[in-house]
């Protein structure tokens, strides 16, 4: 590989940016080529396919190898509540890194999450050194309009691939009005995964946690659900 190429990966790697080296195992021509550059690429479809399942591999022509880079998918969960203890395990299997914020640490107690990173701190502050990006999944389940709406925005500016909030429609319908008037555009509020998880008629806190995972897998991996978050 190309030394340069090779830095370029590296920092893409260190900002997690995602990243596909395009190789012509003929050839032995390379380029690198980032997930904003995909759909002007002569491999374009292709390409984005990549982004999203994050697989490297060879093409039908049988001379041109993909090597995928791209960030692991980090979910932020905006409050220690029941429902995040049944989905902190379900994320690990995932594959998801997970952290929970909440000022309140009456609930952010590592007695309650002892083997997840949990900040008891305001979401704006925990953020503040690790902030969101498009492979981030926000979910928020506070139900405090204080603590919740605050991240809600900035996962929505940050183009997080997934942003979910716990809620019913009339809840949801007050936060789209109190995010309006903060200023969020009513296009990116339409991203927003509300109320949250698919809708399998989950009623307890794990059936609620499996519907999130299943929701938040979705958007990461499938076409529609790309589509969505770039909307």
Known sequence: MRADLLVAMNEARRARRA???????????????????????????????????????????????LTVQVPPPRMVVIGAVHISQALAPIARVAGFDMVIIDPRTAFATKERFPDVPLLAEWPDE????????????????????????????????????????????????????????????????????????????????AEIAVAIMAEVIAALRTSAGAKRAAA
């Open 19 to 65: 990243a596909i080296l395009v190789t012509d195992t003929q050839s032995g021509q390379t380029r690198l080529v980032g997930e904003a550059d995909a759909a002007a690429d002569p491999l374009g479809p292709e390409l984005e396919r990549r982004f999203r399942t994050g697989r490297s591999g060879m093409l039908e022509d049988g001379r041109t190898f």
């Open 126 to 205: 925990a953020l503040r050194d690790k902030p969101l990006d498009a492979y981030s999944a926000l979910v928020a389940l506070t139900h405090d309009p204080k603590i919740d709406d605050g991240p809600i925005a900035a996962a929505l500016a940050a183009r997080c691939f997934y942003v979910g909030a716990l809620g019913s429609r009339k809840t949801h319908g007050k936060r789209v009005e109190r995010l309006l008037q903060d200023g969020v555009a009513a296009a990116d509020l339409e991203r927003i995964h509300a109320p949250i998880g698919l809708d399998i008629g989950a009623q307890s806190p």
